[in-house]
């Protein structure tokens, strides 16, 4: 078992940054290639961006590439999501989740993650 806690989220101007966190406990967080996903209202959950074990490689959706940052510190059991020159359009509910199986596939597949935290609002206004 893994437990996720989210944190960070908040209200923010479009133009702005906010760093999310999330902190595991249970087995041993290292194990784990991590993701953050995202559901905006009405919509499907999408991923986001993806670390490996070790945070030497990084995975991002088109939609945020060159804006958000993922990375982790394993001594801290969390991995970060800092998200620069936020939009209008980043607004929605962040998750982040335990990727199952290798690096090299399915990263951005909701399905190949299986503990999820329970998510923090992130809200950009224009």
């Known amino acids: 078992q893994v437990q996720l806690v989210e944190s960070g989220g908040g209200l923010v101007q479009a133009g702005g940054s906010l760093r999310l966190s999330c902190a595991a406990s249970?087995?041993?967080?290292?194990?784990?290639?991590m993701g953050w996903f995202r559901q905006g209202p009405g919509l499907e959950r999408e991923f986001v961006a993806a670390?490996?074990?070790?945070?030497?490689?990084?995975y991002y959706a088109d939609s945020v590439q060159g804006r958000f940052i993922i990375s982790r510190d394993n001594a801290k059991n969390t991995v970060y999501l800092q998200m620069n020159n936020l939009k209008p359009e980043d607004t929605a509910l962040y998750y982040c989740?335990?990727?199952?199986?290798?690096?090299?596939?399915?990263?951005?597949?909701?399905?190949?993650?299986?503990?999820w935290g329970q998510g923090t609002q992130v809200t950009v206004s224009s």
């Open positions: 989740a335990t990727k199952t199986g290798t690096w090299y596939t399915a990263r951005n597949i909701r399905t190949d993650y299986d503990y």
């Open positions: 249970g087995r041993s967080f290292s194990n784990y290639a």
């Open positions: 670390s490996s074990r070790s945070g030497g490689m990084t």
